[in-house]
């Protein structure tokens, strides 16, 4: 089967589902599922033939996709991620339409084909269509002004950053690479390589919210849970690590870009993960903690460790899926994601419970869960190509994360408080059976997916592989901040600038967000005072001319016609008058003009 139905069928059935509207509401959980299905199968068969595809775009441009050994996980990974969100959705009554589904599949398309996308030109129409459709989600609920200005947050920052694939384009072009194939971008020629790859590494930090952009991924947290596992497991916020993950020989041939590319994914991964120490709210905090969790592949691909990240990007996405759901099951059910008020949500709703925990202790880097191999296996390539200093922050990063995890745990599983919870919904009271399979899935996964490497070959096996020493002293490292963090969690604090995302969001809308959203209210009263007036003035005026035309010039030009037309049928008349019939009448008009010619050509000789 062609790699473009792997594409089209996910692009086509959104877009039918978001065209059909409320008339399509009562079959579209059912059609999205079996969408979904359908391209997890496609994406599984894609996994293992391999096929490419190429055609002509524009002039001298390309538009190919492949699957390869990266992008064929990726597939696999975006078409369970996209499963597991829709089942769950189908269990939320205002997410059963045609709508959020459409939505879903729309951007879980462009995804798939950001992954397999083998030039520039088409990564980039990608990037549009996933970034417009992560904005139509997070703002899901338009009639709440949070959401809204939340998805024009997300939507204005990643914007500002995707500016850096145009320009990387752009570049490119000036550089000699005229097929903007992404395996040629090496070779574009003198400092155009180093403007293409600073287009890229822009883009790729922005789209996954690492610093200075991080702060954008905490107000998507105002969109439906499920849109929250959706972007931040492995779709969106993966893409940027995907990409750099996917330009490791670019990084490295311009000498600065893979240190900086290292260096900002430690610096985010222990920053982001002392910001999710440091919130209240449960969301909040598992949003910090993917910001963390996708510096360490960001950190993968700036020392090259292709693999480890490859490896770290496919259980963060099972084991954020599960904790982002299973948060969105305590919300729908209890309505409230506080901390403080969740104590007993796991008791309480034990499946949901314990899924949780299972994720939670992946997340934290336990043994022998996945992201304690995959966080090793990243952790072991900064050793080796970025020096003492980058695995130190690493494993820095890695203890923090089990800090936060613990923590959360620790609330769910406290006793419920003797006082009513303080709710920001309308509680259900109970979690139901679409809710509760995806959980058991992704948490299975969660937990086996740090086998992969064991049973894994080819050009993704983890090397260099972390050594038994440096397993053994992550592993200690996690089980004593789990241990310590349980005994005080109670007690933790944190400085006010953790809890308000290290104050980047509050800067960012003052400088940024907010002077754009007022030169666009701006334009958009110039548009509507000025432009709509002008145009209507000018309707008015044609009008108006048209009026006095109708009454003064038309009888004017009336009258002439009529006239015109007398005149006609007079001369009509006269030239009929000499038509009587009668044969020597004619002789003696013919006679007549002869006469009257011979007399003008004597005269005028």
């Known amino acids: 089967m062609s790699l473009w139905f792997l594409v089209a069928v996910p692009i086509l059935a959104g877009a039918l589902l978001a065209v059909a509207g409320r008339r399509a509401d009562a079959l579209a959980p059912v059609a999205g599922v079996l969408v979904a299905v359908a391209v997890l199968v496609m994406a599984a068969a894609a996994a293992v033939a391999r096929p490419a595809v190429d055609a002509p775009l524009v002039a001298g441009v390309r538009a190919g996709l492949a699957v390869d050994g990266l992008s064929a996980l990726m597939v696999v990974t975006v078409a369970v991620a996209t499963l597991a969100v829709l089942v769950f959705a189908a269990g939320e009554a205002e997410l059963r339409t045609a709508r959020f589904v459409g939505f879903v599949l729309l951007f879980a398309g462009a995804m798939l084909v950001t992954v397999t996308a083998t030039t520039l030109a088409v990564l980039l129409m990608a990037w549009?269509?996933?970034g417009a459709m992560s904005w139509a989600l997070i703002a899901y609920h338009w009639r709440e002004p949070d959401s809204v200005r939340a998805g024009h947050?997300?939507?204005?920052?990643?914007?500002?950053?995707?500016l850096g694939l145009y320009v990387a384009a752009g570049a490119a072009l000036a550089g000699?690479?005229?097929?903007?194939?992404?395996?040629?971008?090496?070779?574009?020629?003198?400092a155009w390589l180093h403007v293409a790859t600073a287009g890229l590494v822009l883009a790729a930090l922005g789209k996954s919210a690492q610093?200075?952009?991080s702060f954008w991924l905490s107000q998507a947290m105002r969109g439906p849970s499920p849109v929250s596992a959706l972007l931040h497991s492995a779709t969106m916020v993966a893409a940027g690590a995907y990409l750099l993950l996917r330009l490791i020989p670019l990084l490295g041939i311009t000498g600065w870009a893979g240190p900086v590319v290292a260096w900002a994914g430690a610096a985010t991964a222990v920053l982001l993960g002392l910001v999710a120490v440091g919130q209240s709210d449960l969301k909040q905090l598992l949003a910090a903690s993917t910001c963390a969790q996708i510096g360490f592949m960001v950190l993968a691909a700036g020392v090259g460790g292709v693999a480890g990240g490859a490896l770290q990007l496919v259980a963060h996405a099972a084991t954020k899926s599960l904790l982002f759901l299973a948060a969105g099951a305590w919300l729908v059910a209890l309505g409230t994601k506080q901390l403080g008020e969740l104590r007993g949500a796991a008791r309480r709703f034990p499946l949901v419970g314990v899924a949780f925990t299972v994720g939670a202790a992946s997340l934290a880097g336990l043994p022998p869960l996945s992201l304690w191999v995959s966080k090793d296996a990243v952790l072991a390539a900064a050793l080796e190509h970025g020096g003492?200093?980058?695995?130190a922050a690493g494993l820095v990063a890695a203890v923090v994360s089990a800090v936060y995890s613990a923590k959360a745990v620790w609330y769910v599983w406290q006793p419920a408080p003797s006082a009513p919870a303080a709710v920001e919904g309308e509680p259900t009271g109970?979690?139901?059976?679409a809710m509760r399979l995806p959980l058991v899935v992704l948490a299975a996964l969660a937990a086996a997916?740090?086998?992969?490497?064991?049973?894994?070959?080819?050009?993704?096996?983890?090397?260099?592989?972390p050594k038994v020493w440096e397993l053994v002293l992550s592993a200690l490292l996690a089980v004593a901040a789990v241990a310590v963090t349980w005994r005080s969690a109670a007690r933790i604090g944190a400085p006010r600038a953790l809890g308000s995302w290290l104050g980047v969001e509050s800067a960012a809308h003052a400088v940024f967000v907010r002077p754009t959203l007022a030169l666009a209210h701006l334009l958009a009263r110039f548009d509507d005072r000025v432009l709509d007036r002008s145009v209507e003035g000018a309707a008015r005026a044609t009008a108006a001319v048209a009026r006095v035309l109708d009454r003064r010039g038309e009888p004017s030009v009336d009258g002439a016609v009529r006239a015109v037309a007398t005149g006609a049928g007079r001369l009509g008349r006269l030239a009929r008058r000499p038509q009587t019939g009668q044969i020597h009448q004619y002789y003696a008009q013919a006679a007549a003009v002869l006469a009257v010619l011979a007399l003008f050509v004597i005269v005028v000789r």
């Open 128 to 130: 549009e269509v996933m």
């Open 153 to 162: 947050t997300a939507f204005l920052t990643t914007r500002l950053a995707d």
């Open 176 to 190: 000699g690479v005229g097929s903007l194939a992404l395996a040629d971008l090496p070779a574009a020629g003198g």
């Open 211 to 213: 610093l200075p952009f």
């Open 388 to 391: 003492v200093a980058l695995y």
């Open 430 to 433: 109970r979690v139901n059976a």
């Open 449 to 465: 997916l740090g086998l992969l490497p064991l049973l894994t070959t080819g050009s993704l096996a983890v090397a260099p592989g």
